[in-house]
Nanobody
Framework: QVQLVESGGGLVQAGGSLRLSCAAS????????MGWFRQGPGKEREFVAS????????GYADSVKGRFTISRDNAKNTVYLQMNSLKPEDTAVYYC????????????WGQGTQVTVSS
């Protein structure tokens, strides 16, 4: 099992930046693929970004590509999401998630952190 706790959300003006962090505890952090998801008001939860166990491979939703960067520090058991050029449509609760590399299902979720982008 792994426990995930997000932080770093807040209110920012359009065009601004935020960095989200997700601290993991429990089983070996480096054994998990990590991801970020978000759920906007009245919307379904959607994939934002993912990163491989070593950090060598990343993937992004088209809506954030070129603006967001996912990274991880296995020594600190933490995954980050650097968000630049934020838009009002990025407003959402952002969730950190973890899955086993051999499993397509995201098994572990954090409680979420609110990001609000004002126009």
């Amino acid at each position: 099992q792994v426990q995930l706790v997000e932080s770093g959300g807040g209110l920012v003006q359009a065009g601004g930046s935020l960095r989200l962090s997700c601290a993991a505890s429990g089983r070996t952090f480096s054994s998990y693929v990590m991801g970020w998801f978000r759920q906007g008001p009245g919307k379904e939860r959607e994939f934002v970004a993912s990163i491989s166990r070593s950090g060598g491979n990343t993937g992004y939703a088209d809506s954030v590509k070129g603006r967001f960067t996912i990274s991880r520090d296995n020594a600190k058991n933490t995954v980050y999401l650097q968000m630049n050029s934020l838009k009002p449509e990025d407003t959402a609760v952002y969730y950190c998630a973890a899955r086993d590399v051999y499993d397509s299902k995201w098994d572990y979720w954090g409680q979420g952190t609110q990001v609000t982008v004002s126009s």
